[in-house]
């Protein structure tokens, strides 16, 4: 069984705060978009959910999510707080970060020393001599339900319709029983904090229920109710970590009574409202992991929202919300879908019908959605289900995946607009950094710090014993290019020289440290080296080399937009002049996996690491390497379009960054129709939420790229999208982006530039005549034109546009 055989199999008998420090970003706000096209953005059903994975729907305000089951005679709200861990410092199995517990000197070594003399090891055999058995790793855990009683089912519901508004993040069940239209609303606000629940009825007096709080066994427990107000704390048995959750209950007329068991229910109301935050006492501090009793703060947020017309809280968290969604809007020819989104999934063609194009749309939308209900600042990054998680220990334990699936949530948040959500992913690595330079300097001898294949809020950055999934010591670097890129998009000065050189120096000093010889070749090479989850140990396989020649071409860069280093920079310049690139094409014409040629062209392993230059990196393209993009091609084309959903969803950015629009779009079909819930969920199987992530920034590189320094407009445009709008994209260099097409080609370009400096960009709108003006003034831009990319100088904040015509 491998390490996803192990889940399925678990998953089978298991079905059952406090946040990190926020250190400023200076962000600049991206250019307003345009107003949405009008056409609802909404998830909808005709019967309640019944079962949490597929069916039920995410609400978030990055902290504390929940899922809305939407019954009639019962709701049910499945809650988590993001940072409810079992595990780590505290856990009952002992703790030790995945850090040797034993010192192995010269383990490394020998290790290195029976690579180069046998070229390959199995991973079993790494393993044996490298790893050790995880122990306190823990796992996030639900922070249990909220349950509405409402009675009997009553006879004759009719008109019922359960809904996810992902433009202004509300949830709403609506339906009739004898008479009475009755109204459920729900959404989980970041600015205050809360979620909140409204129930109403188009009569008076017709609101009454029981609410209840509920959680599993692997914690203590104590359930109060006073003056309507539940309130829910203990600790978890593993850690003792404590958690509190409180809720309170506001009825307008009727009765509202306490239950002794901690319950509180409202009788014959007009209408009530339900208020709930949580926290825990973790805090993402190495080693202790631990701050404040998060009693005060709850109840002190409680208090304050609930003293809010609910009205006003509903109005403050949609601004919020409204404010990053709608900086991007997509109009592919979409009809307003008329089936519930069930339906519209089950019926999908593969994007024929203009109904395909608003599923497309859909879940294009509902990717950023999801980022944005899961990773806002003050608490830890997305995980692997985002925010939402229901079981006691989930599958992979719910963490911090770094061999791709971190990276993955990440993807869409610069292209698509929401560079705010990134804000948890750089604490949360910048936390890393204390334990992981304990690990590096323990493990390895080295400087800089280090994470290996999957990490958890409490620091874990050593290492555990399955072998095909333990060692993967390249995930700083790729995370430290998560920083890089952050400033290749913002162009924030100060976010690079105090948060993004920093921490990439320290990986590039790991890795300086890192990098041995290669007897073969004399090549600077990692070893051992681990094309992840698949294949033998071996010196220099493609993504290792690939990661460490991005993280240090991506060094230098900052380096020297920065003015500083030198020395370090020639040090740097000196490793990646002898650096094995991890760029060879093999026997069958395709990008070898690793050093030696063992690729099997029969291979359809759902990772596809030795691609990583193509993306997230920039090392292979088709426009500046053309021989390695074909080997690219050739690899890929031997994967096939299988694999599991985020795998799909990788596929649809590789597809799109070898300009191929229509093998891109394939693959979202793909993802689509085999690898999607009926609520719009990535499945891995099981449910993964970077599935989402991926093919909302696949969906994006299609439409815009700007990696290689030029912005490319659509320059993977697939057939099924004819003509269409998209506002408000990214592009490097502190660029909005607005583009209108039709029969596949641009009319009309807009770019919004946040700085001032040059622009190159490239589409076929600039081989013909063509107008480019500042809108602002109105004036014409002088540029220079080479074949389809032209270069101006932009000036801060001005918004120039391309159009037909003129004399080019
Ligand atoms: C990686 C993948 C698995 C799974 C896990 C969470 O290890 O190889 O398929 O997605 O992360």
Redesign the pocket.
Known sequence: MD??GEWAARRRSVLAGAGAAVVAMTLRPAAAAAAPTGQPLMLWYDEPATDWESQALPIGNGTLGGMIFGGVAAERIQLNEKTLWTGGPGSATGYDGGNWREPRPGALAGVQRAIDEQIRLSPEQVAAELGQPRIGYGSYTTLGDLLIQLGEEPEGVTDYRRELDIDRAVARVTYRAGGVRYTREYFASHPDRVLVVRLTADRPGRIGFTAAMTAPDNRSKTVTAARGRITFAGALTDNHLRYEAQLQVLASGGQRSDGADGSVTVTGADSATLILAAGTDYADRYPGYRGADPHPAVAAIVSRAAVKPYARLRTVHEQDHTELFRRVDLDLGQEPPTQPTDDLLRQYQGGASAADRALEVLFFQYGRYLLIASSRAGSLPAN?QGLWSTYEAGP?SVDY?V???LQMNYWPAETTNLAETTAPLFDFVDALRAPGTVTAEEMFGNRGWVVHNETNPYGFTGVHDWPT?FWFPEAGAWLALHYYEHYRFTRDERFLSERAYPVMKELARFWLDELVTDPRDGSLVVSPSYS??HGDFSAGAAMSQQIVWELFTGVREAAAALGVDAAFREQVGAALARLDPGTRIGSWGQLQEWKVDWDDPADTH??VSHLFGLHPGRQLSPRLTPALAAAAVTSLTARGDGG?G?SKAWKVNFWARLLDGDHSHRMLAEQLRTSTLANLWDT?PPF?IDGNFGATAGMAEMLLQSHLGTVDILPALPAAWPSGRVVGLRARGDLTVDVRWSSGAADEITLTAGRAGPVTVRSQLFAGGFRLVDAGTGSRIRVTRDGAQVTFTAAAGHRYIATHGGAG
């Open positions: 390490h996803n692997l992979w995946h061999n791709i699936n999934a992840p989850e759902r990772h599991t985020w891995h993964q």
